[in-house]
């Protein structure tokens, strides 16, 4: 695991400092060494910052140069099977000097070209590989996005990397805020991709590949982002596309038996699990006693001959507690289990370095917890797996259920008696209601009773006037509803979310949802959450859930084998309770947060009112300050509970006061 970076720029400047300056802003990314690799004729320099895991010896340093020198390769993550690659290539009569999944790569490249190897590797990854005879640049990007990577123009310079930090670093960028961006940003809680919080900078979508050729660069103005638009002079080209994977899965389901379906989801995330642990370093996991990590868990115990190191933070806020669970699964599988409660002090003091780690603005606030594990993990191990992917592969988000029966409950009502009645609702304001309703909650049964009242029948006036079961779904995974009335001079552009083009055509709401969730919510808010955390404590975080193979071989299983009487990820359930034991697992999901909201009225209250001053706000011009003020008055009287609209501001504010 590691960082690159890398520019193209012909303007016979000392490109030596530039790259090296760049590189050195990845060190958290690549502790271990360091290099440089430069093209002086063709304007072209390439940089690489190593967290050693395959082969700790020098031979193992990047930027590496294929064995007959025509490619140069700068990249971020594992290729898994590299080791059956490398039987093969040495068929073929290559030759290995050292023992390094990069060095198998370039020698795939000698062999098959780029685009053919890429398809051959079972990973995670993002590289640029210089082809120095057809003087171009390939950057590539792995199929689900488990590794960022950044690209853009500056003037006439090309430049990328793994972070947006290393764009800081080039002497000619000027960062303009992408308002449009900004705009998604508040309504998702993170930049979708491929766009960027600046402008004429893109995130390379998943399973994309992009070639830039040096005698036909273009500048931002020519290119689209998107491998769909026709628009461009040349744009990304898919070499895995998920949405065909969910379409081909669906045509062609899965039709054996019930135990066919658990046998062979078992022995093909055996070996996703089992490749993963092949490492030169110590290597453990997390652990929350949910269903993925315990199932990644589980299998990595059943494969090894020692104890797997696992690690769990717990909260002393028992909403947010999981340690208990995960404390009872290690105990039966027999791990090596470390816990670490945390006090709301050592959480809050996370959050001054929040802007440091996501150099884009990003507010998902599971971002803190995320970050103690992988502190936690890092003391001990190099390597650690973790069971993203679970819930987008085998429906087991809560929303999906919610969506369906509403959608249903929906449509046994005329249009015209749903939008009546959300009128009626309308009426009073939110906080009106909520008036009313103190009134005679006392006089109502507990079980009705309920918080800001005001608030859940806004949301069901919103629900009532939904015209389609996709606006619906929109609805409820959107934070700020009007994003673009908040962001001033900014107009939202179309996500995968709200193009109908890119959705996939699957037989069912909740397999929309589910594709839906991959493309965007999967690698742009949970996968960002987990790179930027771990790897800003040098560690690696592996997901086997996501292992390519396993995503085609889930997308073949019908729905009937993913969800049973309202619950999720049916045939996961039944791999897992293979090895613990149903009674440890089988309790309500619940979320990896903190309490943003009591912190923002207490300990964290003097930091909110300097970054949400209304002279401030209306001094830098990104925002209208009237509804963000509004909404943090009445989130500090207790009238309505606006923290995750408020911790977005807060965190592009953060953000803002570090890198602009």
Request: proline fraction near 5%.
């Amino acid at each position: 695991m590691c960082g690159i970076a890398g520019f193209l720029d012909q303007r016979n400047g000392d490109l030596r400092p530039v790259i090296q300056q760049m590189v050195e802003t990845l060190h958290h990314r690549g502790p271990d060494a360091s290099g440089i690799w430069l093209d002086l004729r063709s304007g072209f320099a390439l940089g690489h910052a190593r967290l050693s895991i395959i082969d700790l010896s020098s031979e193992g340093n990047q930027p590496m140069v294929s064995a007959s020198g025509r490619y140069v390769l700068t990249y971020n993550g594992e290729v898994y099977n590299f080791v059956e690659l490398r039987h093969e290539l040495e068929q073929h009569g290559h030759t290995f000097r050292g023992h390094t999944d990069t060095e198998v790569m370039l020698a795939a490249f000698e062999e098959w070209g780029i685009e053919k190897s890429v398809t051959r590797f079972i990973g995670m990854f993002a590289f640029g590989v210089w082809d120095r005879a057809e003087r171009s640049l390939t950057l590539v990007r792995d199929r689900l996005g488990k590794k960022p990577l950044y690209f853009g123009w500056i003037g006439q310079t090309f430049l990328f990397g793994s972070e947006l930090k290393v764009f800081h670093a080039h002497p000619d960028f000027h960062g303009e805020i992408n308002r449009d961006a900004l705009a998604l940003y508040l309504r998702h809680n993170y930049v979708p991709a491929p766009y960027c919080i600046y402008r004429n900078l893109y995130k390379l979508l998943p399973g994309c590949l992009l070639t830039v050729v040096l005698d036909r660069a273009h500048h931002a103005a020519d290119f689209s982002p998107l491998p769909e638009s026709e628009s461009a002079k040349w744009k990304p080209s898919r070499y895995w596309s998920a949405r065909a994977v969910a379409e081909q899965g669906c045509a062609h389901a899965f039709s054996g038996s019930e135990t066919d379906a658990i046998d062979g989801l078992d022995r093909l995330l055996r070996d996703a699990v089992r490749v993963r642990m092949v490492a030169d370093v110590p290597l453990g996991a997390f652990l929350s006693g949910g269903v993925d990590s315990s199932t990644v868990v589980a299998l990595m115990q059943a494969q090894s001959t020692r104890p797997v190191k696992t690690f769990t933070i717990g909260f002393d806020e028992k909403e947010f507690d999981e340690a208990q669970h995960a404390k009872a699964v290690a105990r039966h599988l027999g791990t090596d289990h470390t816990e670490l409660y945390v006090t709301p002090e050592r959480a809050m003091a996370v959050i001054p370095r929040l802007s440091e780690l996501y150099d884009e603005p990003f507010s998902d606030s599971s971002q803190i917890p995320t970050f103690l594990v992988s502190q936690l993990a890092r003391q001990n191990v190099t390597v650690s797996l973790s069971g993203d992917g679970g819930d987008e592969l085998f429906g087991g988000y809560t929303r999906y259920f919610i969506c369906q029966t509403i959608w249903n409950n929906l449509i046994r009502f005329p249009c015209l008696f749903r939008n009546g009645v959300a009128s009626g609702l309308r009426v009073f304001t939110p906080s009106q209601w909520s008036v009313l309703f103190r009134k005679v909650m006392p006089l109502l049964p507990k079980r009705v009773r309920t918080t800001h009242p005001g608030d859940k029948l806004y949301k069901l006036a919103d629900v009532l006037t939904t015209a389609t079961p996709e606006t619906l779904y929109y609805g409820l995974i959107s934070l700020w509803k009007e994003p673009a009335s908040v962001v001033l001079g900014s107009v939202e552009p179309l996500t995968p979310l709200t193009d109908w083009h890119q959705w996939a055509n699957v037989p069912s709401l909740i397999e929309q949802m589910m594709f839906l969730d991959t493309v965007t919510y999967l690698p742009d808010d949970l996968l960002v959450k987990v790179d930027r955390a771990s790897m800003g404590v040098s560690l690696e975080s592996r997901t086997p859930l996501l292992d390519h193979r396993v995503v085609e071989f889930a997308w073949q299983l019908p729905t009937s084998l993913k969800i049973r009487h309202g619950q999720g990820k049916w045939v996961l359930r039944q791999v897992l309770y293979k090895y613990v034991p149903r009674q440890l697992i089988e309790r309500p999901k619940t979320g990896f947060g903190v309490p943003i909201d009591s912190w923002l009225r207490g300990p964290l209250r003097e930091w909110v009112e300097s970054l949400l001053d209304e002279k401030r706000l209306r001094d830098q011009g990104s925002f209208d300050p009237t509804p963000i003020r509004n909404k943090w008055s009445e989130h500090l009287s207790g009238q309505r509970d606006w923290q995750y609209y408020l911790w977005d501001v807060l965190m592009f504010q953060a953000w803002r006061e570090r890198w602009c």
